[in-house]
């Protein structure tokens, strides 16, 4: 049995291969090729636009995908979604859709987009969020370049964005936040009944979790007198309790622990001072909880 699964082509490509890396999975791509290859026999990839892939996860044509939660809105799609991993082209922070207008429109709010013309990608979710405050606009969609649309071909646009720097620099101002989206693990319903494949499904949503979890980790080890103990303790701000092992001489200790990576420089000559030593630093790659 093979599940089918589809990798988002396009922004997010990259960082997808990367985390499945990661995670244990080798994914690799000709160029021009929508085919990726894996090294599990048991997955058959295909690259698919972001845009597209709820459509094709709900129709069954895919077991299951990577695709943003607007894309999902945006089509309307009826997916099992089993994981958020939040993971993107530039951070982990959820990219945004926006609602803007040119710096010098009168338009402030919502209501005075009534009867006026929006130029986008996301026709559906932009409908959507305009029926909610019941408004009725002319929402029309953009092939690209969105931004330089207002004032003379749009009144406004609603555009995703992650740091905001290109409407800046179109000279936009955001009237309200649309949306928030971020990357989901998706499956297709009928495919997460069959016992297999949803086994299959929930193994690689664990790996790709794991990895996610361990960024930005890293592992303390050290040595401690027994009689320093509780002040070494102390100083450790632990993912959970450290664990406390005895060593061959009854008045040493080993320690081990999870901290944040940036922390480490800061918190090893405190845990020197308080009596530790034989500290070692080592990488945290997965962590499952």
């Known amino acids: 049995m093979v599940l089918k699964l589809g990798i988002p082509a396009g922004s997010l490509q990259e960082a997808t291969f990367e985390l499945f890396k990661k995670s244990g999975y080798n994914i690799s791509v000709q160029p021009r090729s929508y085919v990726p290859v894996i090294d599990d026999d048991e997955i058959e990839c295909l690259l698919i636009r972001a845009q597209e892939m709820a459509r094709y996860v709900a129709g069954g044509a895919l077991d299951a ?71 009725t606009a002319h929402v ?11 004032p ?5 646009i609603v555009e995703v964005t992650e740091t905001g720097s290109s409407l800046k620099a179109n000279k936009l101002r955001i ?7 971020t990357t989901r693990f998706i499956a297709n319903h009928d495919s997460y009944k069959d016992d297999w494949k949803r086994q299959k499904i929930d193994d690689i949503v664990l790996m790709l979790r794991a990895t996610m979890a361990a960024e930005g980790k890293a592992g303390l080890m050290m040595n401690v007198p027994k009689a320093k103990l509780n002040e070494v303790i102390a100083l450790l701000p632990a ?11 009854g008045d040493w200790c080993d320690v081990s622990t999870i901290i944040e ?11 020197k001072a308080a009596g530790a030593c034989g500290i070692v630093e080592f990488p945290i790659s997965k962590i499952i909880e």
């Open 65 to 135: 995908g990577l695709t943003g939660y607007d894309w999902i809105v945006e089509t309307n799609s009826d997916v099992k979604e089993i994981a958020e991993l939040r993971f993107s082209k530039v951070s982990r922070r959820p990219v945004r859709w926006v609602l803007c207008v040119p710096e010098d429109s009168p338009i402030q709010t919502v209501q005075d987009l009534q009867g006026k013309h929006i130029a986008t990608e996301g026709v559906g979710l932009t409908t959507q969020f305009l029926a909610k405050h019941g408004v």
């Open 261 to 271: 990576e940036n922390a480490v420089r800061k918190l090893v000559p405190q845990l």
């Open 140 to 150: 029309e969609f953009s092939w690209g370049a969105t931004e330089v649309k207002p």
């Open 175 to 181: 009237v309200a936040e649309v949306l928030q989206s």
């Open 152 to 156: 003379k071909l749009a009144d406004a």
């Open 239 to 249: 993912l959970q309790n450290p664990t406390i092992s005895n060593l061959s001489s």
